[in-house]
């Protein structure tokens, strides 16, 4: 009977180890530099005052014509999310294929710096910036949520299109079909179910930045919070504040389901 030979382990290289080294002293110093004061914010006075401010949001406002208005403001804030979502799958897949590299290096670079300019502004800059020109409302919310997620998309569509295999769009080419259609029968199919996970996962985020543009003005649950807060209304904040878990908690749900469909 031979003996059993055990795989080595690989060696560590120089450039992990440097890696870790520097993430490790990166950890150091953020400890170092920031002002954390745990003690006063577990100390007993931070308790006592956090317990008190908490009460004042029971019981959570159930007046009929008050639900009414979360009910509103929570299908406006689903709106703003899923059209703004929209919107950004489509201008995502059009600007994702230059950014894959299919015409070329300039056009690459190019569309992948529009991308990093839409996606490095987050959606409360664009909101504000928005509501000068769009005004007050959910419509600058949806505009905002669609230009940050397009250059998440549209970067992540552009790497589903390069790591798909291009073999059958280049048999269908070499076979004299049609370049567009080769890439709608060969590597779109390929990639469909990639970016519908994206495109899901970036509604379930939207969902959130959704609610909580309201605070500068973009309508929604967000827009509802800051005004009873800013009131000191805090029985009918709590009642946006479940409002909305329950609306995150039901998104997240259906956006599993839908992923599971599509894997099987």
């Not at 060696?11 to 992990?16: C, D, F, G, I, R």
């Not at 890696?19 to 400890?31: E, H, N, P, R």
């Not at 009910?71 to 703004?84: H, K, P, Q």
């Not at 250059?151 to 295999?165: H, K, P, W, Y």
């Amino acid at each position: 009977m031979k003996p059993v030979t055990l795989p080595q382990r690989p060696a560590l290289q120089w450039s992990t180890i440097a890696l870790l080294t520097g993430i490790l002293l990166l950890v150091i110093a953020s400890f170092v530099s920031l002002p954390l004061k745990l003690h006063e914010f577990l100390g007993a006075e931070a308790i006592r005052t956090s317990i008190e401010f908490l009460r004042g949001f029971s019981p959570p406002e159930l007046a009929p014509n008050f639900l009414k208005k979360i009910g509103i403001a929570t299908f406006e804030t689903l709106a703003m999310s899923a059209i703004g979502t929209l919107i950004a799958a489509f201008f995502g897949i059009l600007i994702g294929l230059p950014a894959s590299g299919r015409f070329g290096a300039t056009a690459r670079l190019a569309t992948r710096s529009v991308l990093n300019v839409l996606r490095s502004i987050p959606e409360l800059v664009w909101a504000s910036v928005l509501l000068i020109a769009a005004g007050l409302g959910p419509f600058a919310g949806t505009l905002a949520l669609a230009l940050h997620t397009i250059g998440v998309l549209g970067r992540l569509f552009a790497e589903a299109f390069e790591n798909c295999s291009p073999l059958p769009e280049e048999t269908l080419r070499t076979n004299g079909v049609n370049p567009v259609a080769a890439f709608f029968y060969s590597t779109l199919p390929q990639c469909s179910p990639q970016m519908m996970s994206y495109t899901l996962y970036r509604w379930e985020n939207n969902i959130r930045a959704a609610a909580i543009l309201g605070v500068v003005g973009a309508g929604g649950l967000g827009q509802m919070l800051k005004y009873h807060l800013s009131l000191f209304q805090m029985q009918q904040a709590a009642s946006v504040i479940v409002a909305m878990l329950l609306m995150v908690a039901v998104v997240d749900a259906v956006s599993f389901l839908l992923r599971r469909m599509m894997t099987r």
